[in-house]
């Protein structure tokens, strides 16, 4: 069974902090993504990737950033955490070159920043 | 930019009655278009897809045709069922790195 894991379902943090959100797929997908999903504004691309080390910014970047340094890892990197970033991060990843190749999605993370 | 408008939720239906969940779409070159369902405390997961014009997708029940000339892709079933209560979202894919745009998702509730 395909899987996309994400380290934590809830996470409460302090504004100011730094947090880390991890993803991990099992399907040696080359692309890996990170959205955030807020009530009535669907899903924003954060950050995507297509191959290790590669990165590419998405529709809404600022206030993040993304490593990965190896295939079936993705980590969301919040640098100082502020409150309106208290949102349901969703992690994806997909196999390229057919066109119409699904994404897989994880369970996803409620994060609270105080 | 390429986006994706779909109706505004929640839709409320009585168990056995026909859905529609309508969704436009504005993008440059020829799309590959989804329908993703998320059910309560869950990630996202493919409902079906069409890759181009004419198509239809289709799974449990639910069917979408890709239509070019109105830039569109309605989500239909006959006959919906309590489990069917969810947040449905379409979505386009362009690109080779198969990037999606999302639409703002529609709440389905359906009641006894």
């Known amino acids: 069974d395909v899987k996309v894991t994400q380290s934590s379902r809830y996470l409460v943090k302090r504004t100011g902090e730094k947090v880390f959100l991890e993803c991990v797929q099992d399907?040696?997908?080359?692309?890996m993504f990170w959205y955030r999903q807020d009530p009535g504004l669907g899903l924003r691309l954060i950050y995507f990737?297509?191959?290790?080390?590669?990165?590419e910014k998405g529709d809404i970047p600022e206030g993040y950033s993304v490593s990965r340094e190896k295939k079936e890892r993705f980590s969301l990197i919040l640098e100082s955490a502020s409150t309106n970033q208290t949102s349901m991060y969703l992690c994806?990843?997909?196999?390229?070159?057919?066109?119409?190749?699904?994404?897989?999605f994880g369970p996803g993370t409620r994060l609270t920043v105080l | 930019g390429d986006s994706v408008t779909q109706m505004e939720g929640p839709v409320t239906l009585s168990e056995e009655a026909f859905l529609t969940i309508n969704c436009t779409y504005t993008?440059?070159?020829?799309?590959?278009l989804f329908w993703y369902v998320q059910y309560p405390g869950e990630g996202l997961q493919l409902l079906l897809k069409?890759?181009?014009?004419?198509d239809k997708g289709s799974n449990k029940g639910f069917e979408a045709t890709y239509r070019k000339e109105t830039t569109s892709f309605h989500l239909e079933k006959g006959s919906v069922q309590v489990s069917d209560s969810a947040v449905y979202f379409c979505a386009l894919g362009t690109g080779g790195g198969n990037k999606l745009t999302f639409g703002t998702g529609t709440q389905l509730k359906v009641e006894l």
């Open positions: 994806a990843s997909s196999s390229s070159g057919t066109r119409g190749n699904e994404q897989f």
């Open positions: 993008a440059t070159g020829y799309p590959s």
């Open positions: 399907m040696d997908h080359e692309n």
């Open positions: 990737s297509y191959d290790v080390k590669m990165k």
């Open positions: 069409a890759t181009k014009a004419d």
